[in-house]
């Protein structure tokens, strides 16, 4: 069963850090390129951030400087760093293997107020 499963997400203020990960299972996670995505309130969802299966990445030019992909096979993860975090990153975040488009996890939320 394939699984998509987002935690990290939570109140911060702005100019903070969070960490996103994303546990996956259920397919062959090393093989395929993943993506954070994102959907603030009222919008469509939104391509954030990207990574390869040999680690190359790309990311928004809205969170370019500020967010860092990363994966670990072993652990068939993907992570999002975020750091100087705005406002307007407020959303729900989720992953997925762009090219085979899985099933969408719950998300992680995301709120950066003061």
């Known amino acids: 069963q394939v699984q998509l499963v987002e935690s990290g997400g939570g109140l911060v203020q702005p100019g903070g850090s969070l960490r996103l990960s994303c546990v996956s299972s259920?397919?062959?996670?090393?093989?395929?390129?993943m993506s954070w995505y994102r959907q603030a309130p009222g919008k469509e969802r939104e391509l954030v951030a990207s990574i390869g299966s040999t680690g190359d990445t790309n990311v928004a030019g809205s969170v370019k400087g500020r967010f860092t992909i990363s994966r670990d096979n072993a652990k068939n993860t993907v992570y999002l760093q975020m750091n100087s975090l705005k406002p307007e990153d407020t959303a729900v975040y989720y992953c997925?293997?762009?090219?085979?488009?899985?099933?969408w996890g719950q998300g992680t939320q995301v709120t950066v107020s003061s």
């Open positions: 997925n293997a762009p090219s085979i488009l899985l099933s």
């Open positions: 259920g397919f062959p996670f090393s093989r395929y390129a």
